[in-house]
């Protein structure tokens, strides 16, 4: 017999939240966001693209507020612990978006999101083999049709927007140009129905021409007029930690957290620099370390390599359990996404099921670099950060944590959770494997001062990971500005310039991207909190093996599973 707690009070109700929810995602979720739909797996969607006209903006928001009333009505306290969170995290979700929708705007400020979502549109077509090409090809004409238009809504909708939100879709806009001249065409390059191809010909000629005169739109006419402000505030920084993450902890003393775990980590960085190089301050040698990195053709087999020792180790030190032998495909990053990020892992949705491959993105330097600038760039990719990104991304971070989404609770959760959980799983993982022991010479390193290394790698990573933390919150409340941020990421977040730009960039919009340290922080307290009420019986892969099979919601809800209680997460 279930004990009381998963028991939920009210059948009537638990099946009123079930058909709300599951409305939710079929009449809102997924008929605003049809790319959302292909990408997790439902295919009735593929033909069919993102309307951001303002009339279909507006109703949108009409259908959002009706589902949170519908869904506020159903009282928590008559269902069962799961369904409690599964509540909460569709009120969150509903939330999240109307902030969005309503208050932040990027569909008025962020002329990237159109060029971009169109790139998105169609390569969650060509990526994945879940049908003919022929059909993907049918639904790609179809979302293409609409792509013309969808830029036409941009120039519409566009109203004075942040110019490094201008310049980052300037910038993004060749890559995104070129993919739809070669990339796309050479995806379908199979399909033998002549009038097929030469339907698709006209479709993406069509869209060519349109993102070519966007982007002259752009440097033109937007770019000189670009002078609004990319800044959050407190307020709507507050409420959007809220909604996503489920942390109401107030910014003064998320930045006091931020500040202690940054100084820590370099004081733990400097105590093994000095060990290494004593005569040496700490930062050349962190120019060493950044030497010690691979030819950039060889990059993603140096990904590649790292593979068979993480899984041993994981396996042979019961770490957690991987419920797959398929591994993740490496490749470059899509040319839509390499402007702001310099490693991905991008997995088939829950509901994918024929086209299961998961992909291990890695953004190459660009080729227009001069020597120097990939010199710079390829410091981020050194001996100690290549095998922090692999665990990060691969084993056992973010693939890992995919892997167990089949074993989640019920849709909601494989459908929708927090960065904070799965970013902040992933950086976790990064110091954990080092703390159980892989790194250690003849585990994963050849000697005692490669080890040394690679921990100044993890270090690094999470140095870069605590100046986002403290990088988000200060720069969207005005007490930082752009230039101060990049220079934040140097001098006290250990970063190449190069890095420190991609970084700050990325902060204009992905502005809580705190969520890794915020993350990792939550996920070592409940560890702590756990292996203290469960003394001699904690186990290190159940407590992992547990955390992951409840999906990837906000941890306040994991901790509420797993520990029974409301304690704080932080």
């Avoid at 949108?60 to 369904?83: G, T, Y």
């Avoid at 505030?233 to 930045?255: C, H, I, Q, R, W």
């Avoid at 991008?346 to 099921?353: I, N, Y």
Wanted: with cysteine.
């Amino acid at each position: 017999m279930l004990p009381l707690a998963a028991r939920a009070k009210s059948p009537d109700a638990q099946k009123a939240f079930l058909q709300a929810s599951d409305a939710y995602f079929d009449d809102v979720f997924f008929a605003f966001q049809p790319t959302q739909g292909t990408l997790a797996g439902y295919h009735q969607w593929d033909n069919r693209l993102e309307d951001n006209s303002r009339a279909t903006i507006d109703a949108e928001i009409v259908a959002l507020h009706k589902f949170d009333k519908r869904i506020s009505e159903i009282p928590a306290h008559d269902l069962d612990e799961a369904a409690q969170g599964d509540r909460a995290l569709v009120l969150s979700s509903i939330h999240s978006t109307l902030l969005t929708l309503e208050t932040i705007r990027p569909w008025e400020k962020n002329p990237d999101n159109y060029s971009g979502a169109i790139s998105n549109a169609a390569f969650s077509l060509m990526e994945r083999k879940f049908a003919s090409p022929e059909e993907r090809l049918r639904s790609l004409i179809a979302r293409e049709k609409l792509m013309p238009n969808s830029l036409d809504q941009a120039r519409a909708n566009l109203k004075n927007p942040p110019r490094i939100y201008t310049e980052i879709a300037i910038e993004q806009l060749p890559g995104i140009v070129s993919f739809f001249e070669h990339d796309v065409p050479l995806a379908f390059a199979d399909v033998k129905d002549a009038a097929l191809s030469a339907e698709f010909a006209t479709t993406n000629a069509a869209v060519i021409k349109s993102l070519n005169e966007y982007q002259a739109w752009l440097k033109a006419d937007l770019l000189p007029r670009s002078k609004g402000d990319f800044r959050f505030g407190a307020n709507t920084y507050s409420k959007k930690l809220a909604f996503d993450e489920m942390v109401d902890t107030p910014l003064d003393k998320l930045l006091d957290i931020a500040y202690a775990d940054l100084h820590k980590n370099k004081a733990e960085f400097n105590r093994i620099a000095k060990e290494l190089e004593p005569e040496k301050d700490p930062r050349v040698v962190l120019d060493l370390l950044g030497q010690n990195h691979p030819a950039p053709d060889k990059l993603l087999q140096s990904f590649r390599d790292t593979f068979d020792g993480l899984i041993h180790f994981i396996r042979a030190h019961n770490i957690v359990t991987i419920p797959s032998e398929v591994r993740p495909i490496l490749e470059e990053t899509p040319p839509f996404m390499r402007a702001t990020t310099f490693a991905s892992m991008d997995t088939p949705g829950p509901f994918e099921a024929h086209a299961t491959e998961a992909y291990f993105n890695v953004t190459l330097p660009d080729a227009a670099m001069t020597p120097a600038e990939i010199e710079g760039y390829m410091h981020a990719f050194n001996v100690g950060t290549v095998i922090s990104t692999a665990v990060h991304e691969a084993y056992p971070g973010h693939y890992v944590q995919f892997l167990w989404v089949p074993s989640a609770k019920s849709r909601v959760r494989k459908l929708l959770g927090a960065a904070s959980n799965a970013e902040g799983w992933a950086h976790y993982c990064e110091q954990m494997m080092l703390d159980e022991g892989y790194g250690q010479p003849g585990v994963g390193a050849k000697t005692e001062r490669e080890a040394k290394f690679l921990r100044l790698g993890q270090l690094q990573d999470a140095l870069l990971r605590d100046s986002r933390f403290v990088v988000g919150i200060k720069m969207h409340t005005g007490k930082m500005t752009y230039d101060e941020a990049v220079k934040f990421f140097v001098d006290e977040g250990y970063q190449s310039h190069e890095t420190g730009v991609v970084e700050t960039k990325r902060g204009t919009s992905d502005a809580t991207y705190l969520y890794y340290t915020l993350g990792k922080l939550e996920i070592l307290k409940l560890r702590e909190d756990l292996r203290k009420k469960e003394g001699a019986a904690f186990s290190l892969q159940k407590f992992h093996d547990a955390f992951l099979s409840e999906g990837f919601p906000p941890i306040k809800i994991v901790r509420k599973s797993m520990l029974g209680d409301d304690s704080p997460t932080l």
